[in-house]
């Protein structure tokens, strides 16, 4: 890893692509947090893409926060298109080559920061890089290159993150699941009100709301008295089509009697106080799963679509349910048991919780996140940490 680092002030550069407050952009939050607390007299330099609901909380832990552009890899640029780009890239490029040379320790969050991974190839600085995506087809193989090709140590956030690249089984990397805060709550009881299933999330292409909503029309309207459901979130910037798509299922369903949208908000607490059972039906396979352990954070029980990473967060018949990909009646199915054993989403919340507690506390990641910095500086390649350990 090359020559020891004094670590009693390191220099740390830290690159995120996005603005908001959204999984990823929490999980780095804590992570610069995790760095600061390690090394309170460090360096530590935090770049973004511009300023935004992340900014405030950042500015709480290092005074040096920096706007500029990044170059990010989106999967909609895959492409002829993409050729466009290339002196752009090369400028972004040469920026970030230097960044890495002015600092002992670079952590790049997420593979999407085109320009600082491709430059940590011209350099022999220490580079960690928090791999949170998922990719399929043509972005798996790209991401994969993209990896391989980096000068750095790889950290997945789940084992089915890992089984997702190609051609990186030599690169040293380890697994940390997320954490979180715990979300304090009154004591859960049996509800004598109607069962309170939440989704919370990204309204895009795969968060699965339009799949809640089909498997709520398969319900007996008995069973829709009986159900109060909120989904919160909000699209993307230009994807205003999801929400509407969204409003209009509700509609053409009848569910406006049962279903309340909620708007997006940086602190999810008082959603997850409110509710008995959270929902996370991805029709495509999520890194991990951040909601979830939130939910089981606060006592939940979680009805989770039984892929990546959380088919790993989720003990299906413990802590909570697994159901199909894709299926609405499997879905509708895992709702009914919870409608006709109101006591089932205690049981299983109050496992979640212990679960949460060995597995997935923030002061767990936090202490992963440095001890893996601390060992880089120290010039040593990090050892490999087993999910759960």
């Not at 989106?74 to 050729?83: C, D, I």
């Not at 509700?250 to 999810?268: A, G, S």
Request: some cysteine.
């Amino acid at each position: 890893m090359g020559d020891v680092v004094a670590t009693e002030a390191p220099s740390i550069l830290c690159v995120h692509p996005n603005r908001e407050l959204y999984g990823s952009d929490r999980t780095f939050l804590q992570s610069v947090r995790a760095l600061r607390e390690r090394w309170p007299a460090a360096r530590i330099t935090v770049l973004l893409p511009g300023p935004g609901p992340l900014s405030e909380p950042m500015a709480e832990i290092v005074e040096d926060i920096r706007y500029q552009d990044i170059f990010v890899l989106r999967r909609s640029e895959f492409g002829p298109q993409f050729l466009l780009r290339l002196p752009a890239l090369i400028a972004a490029m040469r920026r970030a080559r230097r960044a890495i040379a002015a600092h002992d320790l670079t952590y790049i969050n997420t593979v999407v920061v085109l320009d600082h991974l491709l430059a940590s190839r011209l350099q022999r600085k220490r580079v960690l890089t928090h791999v949170h995506e998922l990719p399929t087809g043509v972005t798996r193989i790209a991401f994969s290159a993209l990896l391989w090709l980096s000068r750095s140590v790889l950290v997945y956030i789940s084992d089915a993150t890992r089984c997702g690249f190609h051609w990186l089984d030599a690169k040293p990397a380890v697994i940390v699941w997320n954490g979180t805060r715990t979300v304090p709550v009154l004591s859960r009881g049996v509800s004598a009100g109607p069962l309170q299933l939440l989704l919370i999330g990204r309204f895009n292409a795969w968060k699965g709301q339009p799949l809640l909503l089909d498997a709520l029309a398969l319900l007996e309207p008995e069973e829709r008295a009986r159900l109060a459901v909120r989904l919160v979130g909000s699209a993307y910037e230009g994807q205003d089509h999801f929400a509407d798509a969204i409003s209009d299922r509700i509609e053409r369903l009848n569910l406006q009697d049962c279903v309340t949208v909620m708007p997006f908000t940086p602190d999810p607490a008082e959603h997850y106080r409110w509710a008995d059972v959270v929902a996370v039906p991805s029709t495509e396979p999520e890194p991990f799963g951040l909601v979830a352990i939130e939910a089981m954070a606060a006592g939940c029980a979680v009805v989770a679509a039984g892929h990546g990473g959380l088919a790993e967060i989720v003990v299906d018949g413990v802590s909570g349910t697994h159901v199909p990909p894709g299926n609405p009646a499997a879905l509708a199915a895992a709702i009914q048991r919870y409608l006709a054993d109101p006591a089932l989403a205690v049981t299983k919340g109050r496992a979640g919780q212990a679960r949460f507690a060995e597995c997935f506390d923030e002061r767990l990641y936090m202490r992963r996140i440095a001890d893996i910095a601390a060992t880089m500086l120290a010039g040593q390649a990090p050892a490999p940490i087993a999910q759960g350990e």
